[in-house]
């Protein structure tokens, strides 16, 4: 969310990323409601001095004065308590379309409505080049016995699988592995619930707009998150942070549910898009302002490139562009892993620089060293999703004999050169 003061004085700016992001939002119609919402308060605010005035003069009036003092009281009360439901409603939408309202892109970001218009930023590691017909993961998969991708579904449905034997201990290897990298960082590891309050998916932006891509539970108002993201922006939500606290670094570790709505069709073999899976996630709140935010941006970039290139996956780096990146994001880049079976690089991280567009939403608030409440940058990027990482993993590393030789930092954890 930007400030309403922000978007009085920018509405250019504002409207620009309205139009590159995509977003059906009239702005003409917010500034009106503003506009009535102010002229509404101040028509209250003289009404209560009027009424003020009144009360005021009661005790010195005259006693035959007094009915008519006091029904003249009355009637203002009675008109302010007209305007209050009528501001009320106002204020309502307003807060409604302001919740709509995208965060400005930063000026590098390529100009498009949707990925198609995304640039490759650069490009690391070594395709393989197999002197053998390489499997899919799936075929891997069902050579080595490492999961069940069929009978699992009779009970959880469509997108869901059930990893076995040694890949199911090469996931918990691997988020290990990144979780004592991030601890080594100075990220602070935070096994974080999926079970999250609609407020939660409001803070961070899903909410509203990407209701349908979230399981509910009605019973409880719950929802379960798609990613620790959620948890972990609305955690300090209502607090002050005092400025020595920051920047905050948490690793957040959960299990992340997504519905896939609009996906059908889309990755429905194997692991790449399932229903349920597990993230390590970086997670920043710094002080608001804008170099610290972009030093955080390239830190947990380069923490997640660094992760891949010790997995030796070749990966590319993303620039989003505007209609891609979404409204809460300043920036976004994502990474790409390549999948040898698709000869195609797949998003396997998401960075993102949002400043105080969720912090504004989430209520987060600091203070700094002049005793001003300000509210955080926040910031967030993959460190590790599983199963999907593991695509690239087990393709690019498979033998001609269809085994995975493991890269280097797995093996002591995994007991063996071999998956
Ligand atoms: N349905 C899914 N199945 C498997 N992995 C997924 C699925 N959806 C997302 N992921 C993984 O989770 C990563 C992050 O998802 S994201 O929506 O792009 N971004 C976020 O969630 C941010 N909080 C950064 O992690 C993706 O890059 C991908 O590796």
């Given at each position: 969310m930007l400030s309403l003061q922000f978007i009085r004085e920018n509405p250019g700016a504002v409207r620009k990323a309205i139009g590159e992001k995509n977003v059906s939002l009239d702005l003409d119609a917010l500034l009106a409601l503003d506009a009535e919402v102010r002229a509404l308060?101040?028509?209250?605010?003289?009404?209560?001095?009027?009424?003020?005035?009144?009360?005021?003069?009661?005790?010195?009036?005259?006693?035959?004065?007094?009915?008519?003092?006091?029904?003249?009281?009355?009637?203002?009360?009675?008109?302010?308590?007209?305007?209050?439901?009528?501001?009320?409603?106002?204020?309502?939408a307003l807060d409604a379309l302001l919740l709509r309202v995208p965060n400005i892109p930063w000026e590098g970001a390529p100009v498009g409505p949707d990925e198609s218009f995304n640039t490759v930023v650069r490009t690391e590691g070594t395709i393989p080049d197999f002197d053998f017909t390489p499997l899919d993961h799936v075929a891997l998969i069902e050579k080595n016995d490492w999961a069940d991708l069929a009978r699992i579904t009779q009970v959880a449905g469509s997108r869901t699988y059930c990893l076995k034997g040694r890949l199911a201990m090469l996931e918990q290897a691997l988020m290990?592995?990144?979780?004592?990298?991030?601890?080594?960082?100075?990220?602070?590891?935070?096994?974080?619930?999926?079970?999250?309050?609609?407020?939660?998916?409001?803070?961070?932006?899903h909410f509203p707009g990407h209701e349908e891509e979230a399981y509910?539970?009605?019973?409880?108002?719950?929802?379960?998150?798609?990613?620790?993201?959620?948890?972990?922006?609305?955690?300090?939500?209502?607090e002050i942070i005092e400025a020595d606290r920051l920047p905050i670094l948490y690793a957040g570790y959960s299990p992340c549910f997504r519905?896939?709505?609009?996906?059908?069709?889309?990755?429905?073999?194997?692991?790449?898009?399932?229903?349920?899976?597990?993230?390590?996630?970086?997670?920043?709140?710094?002080?608001?302002?804008?170099?610290?935010s972009a030093r955080w941006h390239a830190r947990l970039l380069a923490n997640a490139e660094a992760m891949l290139q010790a997995l030796e996956i070749?990966?590319?780096?993303?620039?989003?562009?505007?209609?891609?990146?979404?409204?809460?994001?300043?920036?976004?880049?994502?990474?790409?892993?390549?999948?040898?079976?698709?000869?195609?690089?797949?998003?396997?991280?998401?960075?993102?620089?949002?400043?105080?567009?969720?912090?504004?939403?989430?209520?987060?608030?600091?203070?700094?060293?002049?005793?001003?409440?300000?509210?955080?940058?926040?910031?967030?990027?993959?460190?590790?999703?599983?199963?999907?990482?593991?695509?690239?993993?087990?393709?690019?590393?498979?033998?001609?004999?269809?085994?995975v030789k493991l890269p280097a930092p797995l093996r002591e954890l995994m007991g063996g050169d071999y998956l």
């Open positions: 308060k101040t028509r209250i605010d003289g009404l209560r001095a009027e009424r003020n005035a009144i009360s005021d003069s009661f005790k010195s009036a005259a006693p035959e004065e007094r009915p008519a003092l006091g029904a003249k009281a009355k009637a203002i009360g009675a008109e302010i308590s007209g305007i209050e439901s009528d501001l009320g409603e106002k204020q309502a290990l592995w990144a979780q004592q990298r991030l601890a080594a960082d100075g990220f602070t590891l935070m096994t974080v619930p999926a079970l999250a309050r609609p407020s939660a998916f409001v803070a961070t932006g509910f539970m009605p019973a409880d108002d719950l929802y379960l998150a798609g990613t620790g993201e959620i948890a972990l922006t609305s955690l300090h939500s209502g519905r896939e709505a609009g996906s059908a069709g889309r990755d429905v073999r194997g692991l790449l898009r399932v229903h349920q899976f597990y993230k390590l996630e970086q997670y920043v709140i710094c002080r608001d302002d804008e170099e610290e070749p990966y590319q780096v993303i620039e989003a562009s505007t209609g891609d990146m979404g409204n809460g994001k300043f920036r976004m880049n994502d990474i790409e892993s390549w999948v040898p079976s698709l000869g195609k690089y797949r998003e396997t991280h998401s960075c993102s620089t949002l400043h105080d567009w969720q912090a504004r939403r989430a209520n987060l608030r600091w203070r700094d060293e002049e005793r001003k409440v300000r509210f955080v940058h926040t910031l967030n990027n993959t460190a590790l999703a599983s199963p999907r990482i593991l695509v690239p993993l087990l393709e690019n590393h498979q033998t001609a004999d269809g085994r």
